[in-house]
């Protein structure tokens, strides 16, 4: 996975290697990363409705909304033209 951390590639640079290496233009990479952070939180935002609703127990899936919030924020700044 992408990291932060010194030494390592971007999300940026992971993509254009791929491209590069499979020959396979990678045209409106935005769109697909957002749309992947939608189906996250719409995944994450399904589990916390059974939870919070009694459909399930673990508690564990109380912490599911702050999830829904990152990656609703992740989007904005993806469809803000922010770096991703």
């Given at each position: 996975m992408p990291t932060n951390a010194p030494g390592m590639m971007t999300r940026k640079e992971l993509v254009e290697q791929y491209a590069q290496?499979?020959?396979?233009?990678?045209?409106?990479?935005?769109?697909y990363y957002c749309f992947g952070l939608f189906r996250l939180a719409v995944i994450a935002q399904q589990i916390y409705y059974r939870f919070y609703h009694g459909q399930t127990k673990d508690?564990?899936?109380?912490?599911?909304?702050?999830?829904?919030?990152?990656?609703?924020?992740?989007?904005?700044?993806v469809v803000a033209g922010e770096s991703w």
């Open positions: 290496i499979t020959g396979k233009a990678i045209d409106n990479f935005d769109f508690k564990r899936f109380a912490q599911l909304v702050f999830a829904v919030v990152i990656l609703e924020k992740a989007a904005q700044r």
